[in-house]
């Protein structure tokens, strides 16, 4: 996994020092590439704080190979230059041999991605077989999506709406995504 390059935090410890206090902190559980994505389109917006809570001990590559797309690798931009170098430099087939079978089974959670205080995106939202390569595609859109939304917040009272756009933009192409790669995959199988 890359690293933020150094212009781009260099870039935001020089905005600090000008900027007014922080008036909302988003806790990001998880440390996938949803929630770094996220995470890291959040440091641009100068009155949110951000906090990456992760369970494992260190970051490292894990599972399959994933296939990033057009509307991804234009999300990864958005959502800064960092994710998107980081992406580029690391990028790689799929070397692993072991792990060439794994696929994560695929699922339709409920009928809403948001409840109270607490969204979710990727593949806590909605996990996919492979058979049309666009989990880590959809998990990238819905970073950007949902730090572009709480961007524009100004206060704490304006996250349910933010979480609520979110949740209406993202939950049908998601949830169409999902249930169109398990069609592609019964062809297929």
């Not at 922080?22 to 929630?35: E, R």
């Not at 169409?176 to 069609?183: A, C, I, L, W």
Request: glycine letters at 12%; a negative charge; proline letters at 4%.
């Amino acid at each position: 996994m890359g690293s933020i390059p150094a212009d781009h935090t260099d870039e935001r410890a020089r905005s600090q020092s000008s900027e007014s206090p922080k008036t909302t902190t988003i806790a990001v559980i998880g440390g996938g590439i949803s929630g770094l994505c996220c995470a890291i389109g959040l440091l641009k917006h100068h009155h949110i704080d951000v906090q990456i809570y992760e369970a494992a001990h260190a970051f490292g590559e894990i599972g399959t190979g994933l296939t990033v797309g057009p509307n991804a690798n234009r999300a990864l931009e958005l959502v800064g230059p960092g994710p998107k170098a980081a992406f580029d430099k690391c990028r790689t087939g799929d070397l692993w041999q072991s792990h060439a079978n794994m696929y994560t089974e695929n699922r339709v959670v409920g009928d809403c991605y948001i409840k109270g205080r607490v969204a979710i995106l990727g593949d806590a939202a909605h996990a996919t077989t492979p058979y049309q390569g666009q989990g880590a595609g959809q998990a990238i859109e819905d970073a950007m999506v949902l730090e572009a939304l709480l961007g524009k917040t100004k206060s704490i009272e304006h996250i349910p709406d933010a979480f609520a756009a979110y949740d209406q933009i993202r939950r049908p192409r998601t949830q169409r995504m999902v249930t169109t790669s398990r069609e592609s995959g019964q062809l297929l199988c």
